[in-house]
């Protein structure tokens, strides 16, 4: 009688042992040197598996803002405290575990600049029950977004303009958090690979605005390349278009 008992406790504990826990695990994408990547710039997909098995864990997207401005960017940071707040974007994402799990997180974006966006993937040991919240699981994104457009102007030249911006859609400007004159931004027309024409882009008066021209050039079809670059931190971003240059005779 008292071995049945001892075995019915121990069966009953080991299926208590293997029933999942439910994990709240926060991931969020923060731009380098910068901001969260939330709603203004389409979120990023986050993609969770276990490492070991490529199971699917869960998947989503962050949503949200981009934070509190002086609290992330100001004020002197403070081991431990968090940047994030309720309204900062992340994907909260909800475990079920049996066991300690060696977690994937890969993540893509920003989802609504697809010319700009990049992977990013890191691994984390993540346990039943123990919660990753607060700031939760915070991925770094590098990079500029370049959003470019293109115009004809006089004697032949082609205006080109380009919207140049952090992966959180921060705004780059003259005196800013993020300072215009940190910023290099340069057009090259291409043909067949090669470089025929290149002109520096300056800030053009608004907000994340660059602008610039390119000499006259041959009717026929090229490569737009537009390449940003941030002097104070690896932050850099190139975008590419085909354009199409008509005989104007």
């Known amino acids: 009688m008292i071995r049945s008992l001892a075995a019915a406790a121990f069966?009953?504990?080991?299926?208590?042992?293997?029933?999942?826990e439910p994990t709240h695990v926060m991931v969020r994408a923060q731009a380098l040197d910068a901001k969260f990547i939330g709603d203004h710039m389409g979120g990023v997909r986050v993609t969770l598996t276990d490492a070991?098995?490529?199971a699917l864990l869960a998947k989503g997207l962050t949503t949200g803002g981009t934070g509190d401005t002086p609290r992330i960017m100001k004020a002197t940071r403070v081991r431990g405290a968090d940047l994030a707040d309720a309204?900062?974007?992340g994907f909260l994402a909800t475990l079920d575990l049996k066991?300690?799990?060696l977690v994937r997180a890969q993540a893509e974006g920003p989802a609504g600049h697809p010319a700009a966006a990049i992977k990013v993937s890191s691994s984390l040991w993540i346990l039943p029950g123990r919660d990753v919240?607060?700031?939760?699981?915070?991925l770094t994104f590098p990079g500029l977004v370049i959003e470019p457009a293109t115009a004809p102007a006089a004697d032949g030249a082609l205006r080109v303009?380009?919207?140049v911006s952090l992966m959180c859609g921060c705004p780059i400007e003259p005196g800013g958090l993020w300072d215009a004159k940190n910023y290099a931004v340069t057009a090259v027309l291409l043909r067949r690979g090669r470089a025929v024409a290149t002109a520096p882009l300056v800030y053009a008066g608004q907000p994340s605005q660059f602008a610039g021209l390119l000499p006259n050039a041959p009717p026929g079809r090229y490569t737009l390349r537009l390449i940003a670059t941030d002097r104070t931190t690896p932050n850099a971003g190139v975008v590419e278009q085909a354009l199409k240059i008509?005989?104007?005779r």
């Open 99 to 101: 066991q300690p799990t």
């Open 52 to 54: 070991r098995t490529g």
């Open 161 to 163: 303009t380009a919207k």
């Open 87 to 89: 309204a900062t974007a």
């Open 133 to 138: 919240t607060g700031d939760g699981w915070v």
């Open 246 to 248: 008509p005989d104007r």
């Open 11 to 20: 069966a009953a504990l080991l299926a208590t042992s293997a029933q999942a």
